[in-house]
């Protein structure tokens, strides 16, 4: 399949470091159609509107023939679709049932009793700092906090986060519209493979032997007249491991190098770390962890923006585009954490709003006062920086940076 003009160059990785002039252009169409029939929407009421609408369909398998099925089930691992690439009733019925343990009404605390737990992560991420003239920021600080996080809400083991690495690593790979042939797809299909049958073991235990986590809570739920099937909660944790992991890597990455360019808001925010709730709301909007999601189809014909986007179309919603739109924020290329309304679409709309969105913001909040309250630093060593291949997920893949000590 060929990709259109605008959507090859946003996929090409020489665009990945700035594709802002590209949302620009294709603002200027706010309903695009691509050569192979997709359609592109990249201005904020379109967006938002669409992402609200029941004809837009989450669950791939109503694409048609010769587009990629993302998160659909395949016959290596048996696993099927995480609750993100379905629609209603099924949507509602899984989602539900995970967030009883993960959040209010039903588990209010959940969330917040980890707060302890990550300070202390984060603490001994910024420790190993000492001696050092140089870090990155990635692999030395916003990679692990995630992984360590997202398996503590799980229940997973301490000493098998480090496998959960390689596994997200493979897992997202399958997100990119463009990974340059079906390695991409191969090594996320193994990755689901290995991984399916971990969870499925450790889901086991958790059966047998209930501990922390939400493995052990929503485990009773596969039982007779349970709301869950094993699969469907191996699939769950599934997409929680790259969903509450992935998008955390590039909100904590992206807000670090968005500060070192602003010294400015830099010593703002030293001197105030109560800026962190606005710094981080900014950072999802200018800089957003998730720059489009490309899984969305048509079920009937959709009129919008003087458009119809034909039934069975693949819908490519913009987000990243979106949040710099003009008619909704004024001077949009700025980063003003001062900004007020700034109803951005970071974490998505609708009912497919971002799960773990709690979970990062709480996890931005807690590392990022103590990185820059702590860390001397120095400069950038890399500007910009490699960024990682995937056009969806956008983030820095290293984020070197050179500093001058580590406070206590």
Request: glycine content about 8%; some cysteine.
């Amino acid at each position: 399949m060929t990709l259109g003009s605008i959507s090859a160059q946003i996929a090409d990785y020489a665009n990945r470091a700035d594709p802002y002039p590209l949302y620009a252009e294709l603002r200027k169409t706010p309903v695009r159609r691509e050569d192979d029939g997709t359609y592109l929407v990249s201005t904020y009421y379109e967006v938002r509107s669409l992402a609200n609408d029941p004809r837009l369909s989450n669950d791939t398998s109503n694409r048609p023939a010769g587009y990629a099925r993302i998160g659909q089930p395949a016959e290596e691992s048996g696993l099927p679709p995480g609750f993100i690439f379905t629609d209603p009733p099924v949507h509602d019925r899984l989602r539900d049932t995970v967030n009883r343990p993960f959040g209010p009404p039903h588990s209010p605390r959940f969330l917040d009793g980890l707060r302890g737990e990550l300070a202390k992560v984060v603490t001994e991420l910024l420790d190993a700092f000492d001696g050092k003239d140089q870090v990155d920021i990635v692999e030395d600080f916003s990679y692990p906090l995630p992984v360590t996080a997202i398996c503590k809400v799980l229940g997973v083991p301490r000493e098998d986060e480090q496998r959960f690495h390689g596994w997200a690593d493979a897992l997202t790979s399958e997100l990119d519209p463009h990974p340059g042939g079906d390695g991409g797809r191969g090594k996320a299909e193994q990755a689901r493979q290995d991984l399916g049958a971990y969870l499925s073991d450790l889901i086991e235990t958790k059966r047998r032997h209930p501990g922390p986590g939400m493995l052990s809570a929503l485990a009773p739920e596969t039982g007779p007249g349970g709301s869950m099937t094993p699969a469907d909660l191996e699939a769950t944790a599934v997409l929680l491991l790259v969903a509450g992991h992935e998008t955390t890597v590039n909100l904590i990455t992206n807000t670090t190098l968005t500060l070192l360019r602003h010294p400015d808001v830099l010593k703002r925010f030293q001197k105030d770390p109560d800026l962190v709730v606005p710094l981080i709301e900014e950072v999802l909007r200018y800089e957003p962890p998730v720059q489009f999601v490309t899984w969305t189809t048509a079920l009937a014909d959709i009129g919008i923006a003087g458009t119809t986007i034909p039934q069975g179309s693949p819908v490519w919603l913009m987000l990243a585009a979106a949040n710099r739109d003009p008619r909704r924020f004024k001077d949009p290329d700025r980063f003003d954490p001062d900004r007020k309304d700034n109803q951005h679409l970071g974490f998505y709309t609708g009912i497919h709003y971002c799960f773990g969105a709690p979970l990062a913001r709480i996890e931005a909040q807690l590392a990022l006062p103590e990185l820059f309250r702590r860390v001397k630093f120095s400069r950038l060593l890399e500007d910009p920086p490699p960024y990682r291949t995937n056009a969806v997920l956008r983030g820095p893949r290293h984020l070197p940076v050179a500093i001058e000590g580590l406070t206590p």
